[in-house]
């Protein structure tokens, strides 16, 4: 069964800490892994676009990896900051199809 | 990257009442568009998909009588919420991918308050 599981559910963190998520996978075959960002009572927005073939790809303080033997990937996000405060959802398409994750809610508190 | 656009981003109706949420794709041509429920501190729950021109498939639990889709054109799809009760209260969110269908670019939101 093709699954999308996020860790955690939820975390709070303080201000100027780095924080990293979880995001594992059993989709296949599999086409591409992105990140969402989406602040409450707003529409996702995408951080990151992660290939079969790139294990590392960054966005500012955003930092998403991919190791797609073991089917996962992480967020890192660095010096977190208040507006950090969000749902970050893990969607992995494949086979023409979505997969979303439950998400992770952070908040970054000061 | 390509825009999404859904209309109304908020609106207040009267149960029973029927409420149409807009889902436009502004600079690609859509073949598919996704629409996702959320309620509060919750994850997206897909509700149905659909495909240009054929009709929307609904997830297991969907009423497709009540959330009534359609996706006419390649840029346009909409969700109607009818005879619509406080329940149905709720964030609602579509989503389209183009003919490569390797990315969904999301639309900024319904909030649908019923009372």
């Known amino acids: ?76 996000i660095t010096a977190s900051q208040l507006s950090d405060s969000a749902s970050y959802i893990c969607v992995v398409n494949g086979g023409n199809q979505f997969y979303f994750g439950t998400g992770t809610s952070l908040t970054v508190i000061p | 990257g390509a825009v999404v656009s859904q209309h109304p981003s908020r609106v207040i109706c009267k149960s029973g009442t029927s409420v149409k949420i807009e889902c436009r794709s502004l600079d690609f041509q859509a073949t598919t568009m996704f629409w996702y429920r959320q309620f ?50 709720s964030f609602y969110i579509c989503s389209a991918a183009g003919t490569a269908n390797t990315e969904a670019f ?7 308050t019923v009372v």
């Open chain 2, 106 to 112: 999301f639309g900024q939101g319904t909030r649908l």
């Open chain 2, 40 to 89: 509060p501190k919750q994850s997206l729950m897909l509700m149905a998909t659909s495909n240009e021109g054929s009709k929307a498939t609904y997830e297991q639990g969907v009423e497709k009588d009540k959330f009534l889709i359609n996706h006419a054109s390649l840029t346009l799809s909409t969700l109607t919420v009818t005879s619509a009760h406080p329940e149905d209260s």
């Open chain 1, 1 to 76: 069964k093709n699954q999308v599981e996020q860790s955690p559910q939820s975390l709070i963190i303080l201000e100027g800490k780095n924080c990293t998520l979880q995001c594992n996978y059993t989709v296949s075959p599999f086409s591409n892994l992105r990140w969402y960002k989406q602040d409450t009572g707003r529409g996702p927005v995408s951080l990151t676009i992660m290939t079969f073939s790139e294990n590392t790809k960054s966005n500012g303080r955003y930092t998403a990896t991919l190791d797609a033997d073991t089917k996962q990937s992480s967020l890192h």
